[in-house]
T-cell receptor, first 113, second 112 residues
Framework: GAVVSQHPSRVICKSGTSVKIECRSLDFQATTMFWYRQFPKKSLMLMATSNEGSKATYEQGVEKDKFLINHASLTLSTLTVTSAHPEDSSFYIC?????????FGEGSRLTVL | GENVEQHPSTLSVQEGDSAVIKCTYSDSASNYFPWYKQELGKRPQLIIDIRSNVGEKKDQRIAVTLNKTAKHFSLHITETQPEDSAVYFCAAIPSNDYKLSFGAGTTVTVRA
């Protein structure tokens, strides 16, 4: 199957700093990628749809200025958590579709101190 | 938007027994229903999926059924093994844009 890779897998940062998470489709091109957030023992909540070459589409309740998404190429989407706070600590997962199936990245666990 | 409900939230079964997880969806336009298995701290893995033109699909010990009229679908795991212990999520998609709506998840524990 297709491979979606995320980096970093774990990141710890101080409050007020910004953190960038990368999502790459390694062996296929993805014009659309999706970013999810998952709290412990909870389901995946769609945050936004990342569109190559255009603005991301955010789900209701997700702050655009807080979670910056850039999809500059057909294989890379980035999520930047700006001015991070402890409540932003979570598991962030990206996904991309290929051949009729959705593939997920490994996930990135963000801890904000 | 699509609303997916999943039950039960936790399920404990004896090794060798069957496990059944049920989901309902709200959008009659949904036409793709995948099931994912997620182990702690790892990414969701697709284990089986079904499309709206099919009523049942089976892959070894795993099967999924779909009732479009009632708008519900179920996951059946037979002859459960300890390695089946994980969190299982159902999902639904209203169209081919892969904008998944996930159920709340079911934590399955298989007792040896």
């Amino acid at each position: 199957g297709a491979v979606v890779s995320q980096h970093p897998s774990r990141v710890i940062c101080k409050s007020g700093t910004s953190v960038k998470i990368e999502c790459r489709s390694l062996d296929f091109q993805a014009t659309t990628m999706f970013w999810y957030r998952q709290f412990p023992k909870k389901s995946l909540m769609l945050m936004a749809t990342s569109n190559e070459g255009s603005k991301a589409t955010y789900e209701q309740g997700v702050e655009k200025d807080k979670f910056l998404i850039n999809h500059a190429s057909l294989t890379l989407s980035t999520l930047t958590v700006t001015s991070a706070h402890p409540e932003d600590s979570s598991f962030y997962i990206c996904s991309a579709s290929h051949g009729g199936e959705l593939f997920f990245g490994e996930g990135s666990r963000l801890t904000v101190l | 938007g699509e609303n997916v409900e999943q039950h039960p939230s936790t399920l404990s079964v004896q090794e060798g027994d069957s496990a059944v997880i049920k989901c309902t969806y709200s959008d009659s336009a949904s036409n793709y229903f995948p099931w994912y298995k997620q182990e702690l701290g790892k990414r969701p893995q697709l284990i089986i999926d079904i499309r709206s033109n099919v009523g049942e699909k089976k892959d070894q010990r795993i099967a999924v059924t779909l009732n479009k009229t009632a708008k519900h679908f179920s996951l059946h795991i037979t002859e459960t093994q300890p390695e089946d212990s994980a969190v299982y999520f159902c999902a639904a998609i209203p169209s081919n844009d892969y904008k998944l709506s996930f159920g709340a998840g079911t934590t399955v524990t298989v007792r040896a």
